[in-house]
């Protein structure tokens, strides 16, 4: 009977020691938490504004960098969002309308993606307020990626490697739209470009040309032609270090519009030929210019502000009308040497290490 109640006894003893505190119930192993992604960027800029709902995260970030080089987004699984937007051109595709699907044109360059976490407004008509809202717009275009978003989800979501992504940086490996859509948000927020040869001027580590600090000041200048103050007018709507005010305007290329532009969203004809002030930042490699594409040069795009506004056009921007170098000029009279002076200073916000930073390139291992 000892013996009996001795083994009755240690069995229980080893009940115990292999149950756990709570009672008996295996306890889960609580899953990994995605890891804070850090945003570098010049001091100079104020903290972007994330979304609470969609903080960045090293997983989210790496998702969002696969997805924008996934061509399963477009409807023929043959173009992804970095087919219109290669790095080597700061995001750009250098053709005047970026080519969608089965080679057809669109109606718009494809913008330059930069510092977009401090945007307000996106698209050259500012039609979407978030990068999320954004990421739609071109996977559902007919013209540009024609995708489905439930059938872009099933795509992923029958592959081998996509649930294992959106469970290391959503916590689940049910794909939603939704969920893409943050991804693609995450890794576009963190392109950053503030590295060019004009930042290390600012920052004190480089300088530049007594011809580009020329440019300069022509570019940041408003003329005055009352107090022999000589401007190219430029930061008038490209200002502030991201080199955009990111407000729109109309500046004078047609009498007529054929792509009405903010008119569009906002149904006011007050609002017809005005675009997107771009960001300036890299704009060397991004030609072809203005949002059809039509300025081959940057030659040709100093000619259109000096020379050929179109003072008939309907809404015609005021900081342009009144733009002169001359008292009571008609157009803004710079001389050849000063558009050379400008364009030679747009070359230094060219930022070599935002075309090359591998952590922005597509991740062509499995």
Known sequence: MKQLYFLYL?????????????????????????????????????????????????????????????????????????????????????????????????????????????????????????LEAQARIPIENPLEMHQNLDEAVSELQNTGTYPNLFKKAFGTSTITSDLMLKALAQFTRTLVSTNSRYDKFRAGQANLTVEELEGMQLFITHPDPSRNLRGGNCGDCHGSDFFTLQQFHNNGLDETFADKGRGVVTDKATDDGKFKAPSLRNIAVTAPYMHDGRFKTLEEVLDHYNDHINNASPNLDPLIIEASNQVRGKSLLLTPEEKTKIIKFLHTLTDESFLQDEQFSEITTP
Request: hydrophobic share 30%.
């Open 10 to 130: 240690f069995c229980g003893l080893l009940a115990v020691a292999c149950s756990s505190p709570s009672g008996g119930k295996n306890e889960e192993v609580p899953e990994p938490q995605p890891t804070p992604y850090t945003l570098s960027f010049s001091e100079r800029f104020q903290p972007p504004t994330i979304p609470a709902d969609n903080p960045l995260t090293e997983e989210g970030v790496l998702l969002g960098r696969r997805l924008f080089y996934e061509k399963k987004l477009s409807g023929d699984n043959t173009i992804s969002c970095g087919s219109c937007h290669q790095q080597k051109l700061a995001f750009t595709d250098g053709k005047a309308l970026s080519t969608g699907i089965n080679g057809q044109s669109t109606t718009r360059s494809s913008m330059s993606l930069v510092n977009l976490a401090w945007n307000k407004t996106f698209n050259w008509a500012g039609e979407v307020n978030s």
